[in-house]
T-cell receptor, first 110, second 113 residues
Framework: SQQGEEDPQALSIQEGENATMNCSYK?????LQWYRQNSGRGLVHLIL?????REKHSGRLRVTLDTSKKSSSLLITASRAADTASYFC??????????FGTGTRLLVSP | SAVISQKPSRDICQRGTSLTIQCQVD?????MFWYRQQPGQSLTLIAT?????????ESGFVIDKFPISRPNLTFSTLTVSNMSPEDSSIYLC??????????FGEGSRLTVL
C-alpha cells in the first residue's frame, strides 16, 4: 500500500499543551499536506509544504518535512478544545492525486 | 477557495439498491475527485472525474460498481450500485485549489442495512 503511516493513532492532552503528530510516507513527493476532520465531516486543508521546504508555519501550526527520512511532523501549539479532531497527512506524488495517511485522533480536554 | 455542496448528507439504504450522490462546486474546475472513507479509516481515492471524458478509476474500484457522471465543469455524481453493508462509508468529493490543496464537500454518510 502507498498509504502513509501516522503516529500516534490517538493523542489526549490538556488545553494549553502542545500536540505533535508524525507522518511517514513511502514514495518521492512533490508536496505534503495536512488536513483536519471534525467528527466524520469533510476535511479542511491546514497547510502545504513543498518537497524543497523544511519547515513552515501557519498561526499555531508548525510543519516540518524531512525528505531523506520520508517523514513530516505537525505541531499544534497552545492547543484548545476546538482543536479536537482527526488529523491526516497527505502526499502528492503527481497528477494532483493525494494519498492520505492513517490519521491521528486528537482529544484536547478543557 | 471553493465551496462544495454534497447531497444527500446521509442516507440509510437497503442491500441491493443503488444511491446517487451529487456534488456541486461554486466555480468551474477541470478535475473532481471522489474519495471513500470507511468507518474509522482514512480516505481512499475512488476515481478522478474529468468533464467530457470517462472517469479514471483507481485500483480496486470499477465503473460498474461506482459509475460517475461529469456533465459540466461544476457538477458531478457518484452512484454506488448494488450496495452491500461493506459499502457503508462516507463518500467525499473534492476539487483542487491553485496551490495543489484539496477542498472537500461535507461528505455523504451512507449506511447499508
Amino acid at each position: 500500500s502507498q498509504q502513509g503511516e501516522e503516529d500516534p493513532q490517538a493523542l489526549s492532552i490538556q488545553e494549553g499543551e502542545n500536540a505533535t503528530m508524525n507522518c511517514s510516507y513511502k514514495t518521492s513527493i512533490n508536496n505534503l499536506q495536512w488536513y483536519r476532520q471534525n467528527s466524520g465531516r469533510g476535511l479542511v486543508h491546514l497547510i502545504l509544504i513543498r518537497s524543497n521546504e523544511r519547515e513552515k508555519h501557519s498561526g499555531r501550526l508548525r510543519v516540518t518535512l524531512d525528505t531523506s527520512k520520508k517523514s513530516s511532523s505537525l505541531l499544534i501549539t497552545a492547543s484548545r478544545a476546538a482543536d479536537t479532531a482527526s488529523y491526516f497527512c497527505a502526499t502528492d506524488a503527481g497528477f494532483q492525486k493525494l494519498v492520505f495517511g492513517t490519521g491521528t485522533r486528537l482529544l484536547v480536554s478543557p | 477557495s471553493a465551496v462544495i455542496s454534497q447531497k444527500p448528507s446521509r442516507d440509510i439504504c437497503q442491500r441491493g439498491t443503488s444511491l446517487t450522490i451529487q456534488c456541486q462546486v461554486d466555480s468551474q474546475v477541470t478535475m473532481m475527485f471522489w474519495y471513500r472513507q470507511q468507518p474509522g479509516q482514512s480516505l481512499t481515492l475512488i476515481a478522478t472525474a474529468n468533464q467530457g471524458s470517462e472517469a479514471t478509476y483507481e485500483s480496486g474500484f470499477v465503473i460498474d460498481k461506482f459509475p460517475i457522471s461529469r456533465p459540466n465543469l461544476t457538477f458531478s455524481t457518484l452512484t454506488v450500485s448494488n450496495m452491500s453493508p461493506e459499502d457503508s462509508s462516507i463518500y467525499l468529493c473534492s476539487v483542487v485549489g491553485v496551490a495543489g490543496e484539496l477542498f472537500f464537500g461535507e461528505g455523504s454518510r451512507l449506511t447499508v442495512l
